[in-house]
């Protein structure tokens, strides 16, 4: 029998927080953590997943739509026959609702295999321009994802790689380790907009303004911060930001967002049969039409958690408007259990925290003090009592070795909106368990 509670006897549980815009001295509304829980199958094994950073489990509204895409007549795009018009309509309709998610146009939404994808894509095109004495810019604290295709990239054009080094006391990343790094030669920045692995946020838009005035691109990795915080492609000021829809609720693939007049300047390589037209030059084959309907559908469910009481108002604007309610009061949500897990944390001997940013998402990374006590042995013994916090440096291999771990990295606690307060008291419980072992 598990040791942990199933969904029938899990006690109902309500976290109140500040109304959407609006001072946390007024009106609370109730994040009815109970009904979000209700919406996510894989939740009634009764594990306690902290895994949100490496994908977030799937409610049940994107399930049904990619069944249901899979269940009518689908063909390769067109307008002629049924199964043609409805993959049309599906493609549309996703391009719009990744627009509304990441403040672009639809027309600069790319879809790929992944993010992974999507940059050694887009790597390969980019460089294409660049020559010897040219400057690419990457930082330590990105997943590999977005530094090695770069580095790759220049190393075929004869570019010279630079790199941006963040304070491993602090976990930091400032405008300013960026700038100076930065020269006339600069071709391309690429810089994560919040650590997959600690968490930081930098400051994208300032990083952004600097890189813009040496005469750089900007190239955002995304992924992890789309999962915590709304997306605004000009608000950042980049000119390219990456993202995967698995992160927040969606199926497996890759989203890339720019403006349609910068792609229109860029040539990749594709089949001649294929179309020239943006952004669908950038799509490689027949597009994962049931995996688009999946991720519409997963933007819609992001877009639902503004349907909350008090926020009528909210919930009948248009979905961009009820993404920025739905994200104010996920970003509350989170901080709330960041709290509580923060306080838990400080009263365990022999813990160490590496995540340490004044602005970062829910992510903490923990190592232990001492000889005899590894992470991933407690990675093991956490999961044996059904709480999943995995062990590992998560592909920020870079950032690991500049905190001095190694590419062995540490015991990742990563918040999603389904978490809630029983499971940051289990995973405390089962972390002083360990640690008294």
Known sequence: MPDHPT??????TAIQHARPGTAPTGAFVTYDITALRSQFPALSAGTAHFDGPGGTQTPAPVIRAIADAMAQPLSVRGQMAPGERNAEAIVTKARQALADLLGAQPTGIVFGRSATQLTYDFARTLSQSWSPG???VVTRLDHDANIRPWVQAAARAGATVRWADFDPGTGELTAADIGAVLSPRTRLVAVTAASNLIGTRPPIA???RLAH??????YVDGVHYAAHTLVDLEELGADFVVCSPYKFFGPHHGVLAARPELLETLEPDKLLPSTDAVPERFELGTLPYEFLAGTEAAVDFLAGLADLPGL???????????LASAFTALEAHEQTLRTQLDKGLSALRGVEVHSRAADRTPTLLLTFEGEGRSTVEAYRF???RGVHAPSGSFYAIEASRRLGLGDTGGLRIGL??????????????GLAEFLAL
């Open 382 to 384: 956490l999961a044996e």
């Open 206 to 208: 300032e990083i952004s």
């Open 312 to 322: 009528d108002a909210a919930a009948a604007g248009t979905r961009r408007q009820r």
């Open 416 to 429: 999603a909106p389904y978490n809630d307060t029983e499971d940051i008291d289990r995973f405390l419980a």
């Open 134 to 136: 040219d400057e690419v």
């Open 213 to 218: 005035d040496a005469g750089a691109l900007t």
């Open 7 to 12: 969904p029938a006897t899990r006690p109902t």
